[in-house]
Structures are given as C-alpha cells and as structure tokens.
C-alpha cells in the first residue's frame, strides 16, 4: 500500500471515528465529560462501545433468535424478553452517565 493511500485510508478512518463521537455526543448532551481524561477515554472508547453495542441488539434480536424463543410471530414470551434485555441495558446506560459528573 503506497503511502498517499495509507494516510487516506487513515484521514478517512479518523474522520469517520470524529462522525460516531459526534453522533454520542448528541445522544449523551449535556452529559459530557468535564475532564480531559474523560474525553480521551470518551473519544477512545465511545466509537467502538457503540459498534459493538449495536452489533449485539441486531444479534441478539435476529430473526433466528427469535425463533429460539418462540416460535409464534408475535408472542408474549418475545415481547417479556426484549422488555428485560432493553431494562437491563437501560440499567446499564444510567449507572454509566451516573459516573459522569456534570458541569
């Protein structure tokens, strides 16, 4: 890979990982970080929690899945397991602004 392509390749990554990090901002405002070790860790960790946040609900909410779960399209038993996974996710995401301090 010749150098020019290289830095592109990174130019672009970096602007791509900046997009994410501004897309969790405005889902966190005003929750931001007040410390400049919050915003490294924010910037360094947001993107890839994210990703990997969202991979997870696409899998674990798949049709497949789904059908291991019941196999009626529309079933109680889904809807009560998709209402605990998002509580506990939910759950999740509050503890974790509660770390951040606000301004």
Known sequence: MS???????????????????????LQFWP?????????????ALGPPVYVLAEALAGWLFSERHGA??????????????????????LAAYWWVLSLMPVG
């Open 3 to 25: 150098a020019q392509r290289l830095s592109r390749v990174v130019l672009f990554g970096a602007a791509g990982w900046l997009f994410v990090v501004a897309l969790l901002l």
């Open 31 to 43: 929750q931001v970080p007040q410390t400049f070790a919050g915003w490294v860790v924010f910037i």
């Open 68 to 89: 291991a779960i019941s196999r009626a399209r529309f079933s109680p038993l889904r809807v009560l397991f998709g209402l605990v996974v998002s509580l506990v996710f």
